[in-house]
């Protein structure tokens, strides 16, 4: 029986590493088969390729949430907003129907649907709804009262100039005055919204969140133009199918792809793993970041 492959032995390390236990880098190293060192190594290039690697202590795992695991999700999974349908469809023939029912709390359970189940988180969020609505179409600032926060354990006013919703309206982006900064809130987190007669006085400054096609999240963009031959091409196309509408044809055997990005992590990968198949045409910056992580590179022992 030949050695397990390299790829084998990537997926046992990510396997050990999502197993609900935590484990030192000695422990890894031998699920790896290799020294120490390397599994540093193979662990930065986990983190180049969607993965967020935690590290507490002498311990590490990978977080669930992870860009590589979300967009893994995206193609498996359910959306949130297709548990809510589902779940929508499900109480509506629920009544005399065992399976029905048991399909609706499995559904509770795993997409925490609680805020689509109680009445009253239902009427609490459908009148914070109704109140942003108004904000955003007389384009006006709200104060956002008891807005229970999540990150740093608080509960505070914030005003804000709510400008667009996500998803099925479970969340809103605004721009929080005394930050200065444009912030995503979740409306079942606020106690109540109260508009202000106050237009809004920073319009230009909105921005929404962008995700980019490696699933990197953020305000900024930033555009590339690269060239790729057949085999980057071909590559570009089986990682990510939808890709197709960012490459033309340039000759023969040439062909130019542009992608606006949020972050230079996802394509630095792609390019420094075909790094004579591709060449970039535009993007100082993303020229910088390839040369400062080819600095670091460290020959193999």
Known sequence: MSAPSTMTKWLDLIQAMTDGQNHTANELAEVLGTSVRNLYYTLDALRESGFEVVHEGRNYHLHPRSPFF????????FTENEAVYLHG???????DNAMASM??????????????TDVRIQRHVYNNVTQLERAMRRKCVAILHGYSSPHSST????????????????DVRAYELKSGVNK???VSRIDRVELVDTPWFNES??????????????????????????????????????????????DEGHWIFEAELVSYVGISRFILGLFDHVEVLENDDLKAFLNEKMSRWKPFE
């Open 70 to 77: 979300q967009s893994i999700a995206s193609a498996v999974d």
């Open 155 to 170: 509960v505070t006013d914030r005003l804000v100039e709510p400008f667009a919703f996500l998803g099925d309206k479970s």
């Open 89 to 95: 469809l499900l109480t509506a023939v629920e009544k």
């Open 103 to 116: 399909l609706k709390r499995k559904l509770e359970r795993y997409y925490s649907l609680k805020q689509y």
């Open 205 to 250: 400054k909105h921005k929404e969140v962008f995700t980019d096609m490696f699933m990197f999240a953020g305000e900024d963009k930033y555009r590339i133009r690269l060239r790729f031959d057949l085999l980057a091409r071909n590559l570009m196309l089986e990682e990510y199918p939808h890709s197709t509408s960012m490459i033309t044809q340039e």
């Open 184 to 186: 995503t809130f979740k």
